[in-house]
């Protein structure tokens, strides 16, 4: 089955810049889209097409894509970001084809 | 403004029988994919299956296949998830979702939490 590979956790102090990585092979071919979720809320989409930012999303947060790799970025990251953050792709374009990644558990030192 | 509102909070012991319910509002129900996403405690996000309210087309995610039975009634605008003989198991928080072709998964409901007792 498809999977999605991502670090278990990220650290940074308040107004770092934070980095996390999502990797597999269709990734290249696939849009992924990343989502925020904080401690008792539902997910929250952050990042839609490996770059474009909803409107609500602070500037801060940028996805961008790189071969089999995509990355979200938080810079000046804030107390308010720790959160657990999870990409979202799929291995070919069909509409059931899609999967989470494992998730990453930011903290802000 | 749109939104997905989903039941409340259950309590139920191994065997017994269940279905939780995701009810949207605004005029996009019969538009869009309804997503159904699993999160364990402590753990990740699964998707569990697709359904569209048009016309009840319905796809499971090969884990839980023949383990739930996803429906839904457009003429109230809801989606649902049931099961027919709960295990520990599935004790998680469900969430429904809307499938957005571009945006992704852009709505989502408050969860469902289920607690299953053996």
């Known amino acids: 089955s498809y999977e999605l590979t991502q670090p278990p956790s990220v650290s940074v102090s308040p107004g770092q810049t934070a980095r996390i990585t999502c990797s597999a092979d269709?990734?290249?071919?696939?849009?992924a889209y990343w989502y925020q979720q904080k401690p008792g809320q539902a997910p929250v989409v952050v990042i839609y097409?490996?770059?474009e930012r909803p409107s609500g999303i602070p500037e801060r947060f940028s996805g961008s894509s790189s071969g089999t790799t995509v990355t979200l970025t938080i810079s000046g990251v804030q107390a308010e970001d720790e959160a657990d953050y999870y990409c979202?792709?799929?291995?070919?374009?069909?509409?059931?084809?899609?999967?989470f990644g494992g998730g990453t558990k930011l903290a802000v030192l | 403004e749109v939104q997905l509102v989903q039941s409340g909070a259950e309590l139920k012991k191994a065997g017994e029988s269940l279905r939780i319910s995701c009810q949207g509002s605004?005029?996009?129900?019969?538009?869009?994919?309804i997503a159904w996403v699993r999160q364990m405690p402590g753990k990740g996000l699964e998707r569990m299956g697709i359904?569209?309210?048009?016309?009840?087309?319905?796809r499971y995610s090969p884990s839980f296949r023949g383990q739930v039975t996803i429906s839904v009634d457009k003429s109230i605008s809801t989606a649902y998830v049931q099961w027919s003989s709960l295990k520990a198991s599935d004790t998680a928080i469900y969430y429904c979702?809307?499938?957005?072709?571009?945006?992704?998964?852009?709505?989502w409901g408050q969860g469902t939490a289920v607690s299953v007792s053996s």
């Open positions: 979702a809307r499938l957005h072709g571009y945006y992704g998964l852009d709505i």
């Open positions: 605004g005029h996009f129900f019969d538009s869009y994919w």
């Open positions: 359904i569209s309210p048009g016309d009840s087309d319905t």
């Open positions: 269709a990734l290249s071919k696939q849009y």
């Open positions: 097409r490996d770059r």
């Open positions: 979202q792709s799929a291995d070919n374009s069909g509409i059931n084809d899609w999967v």
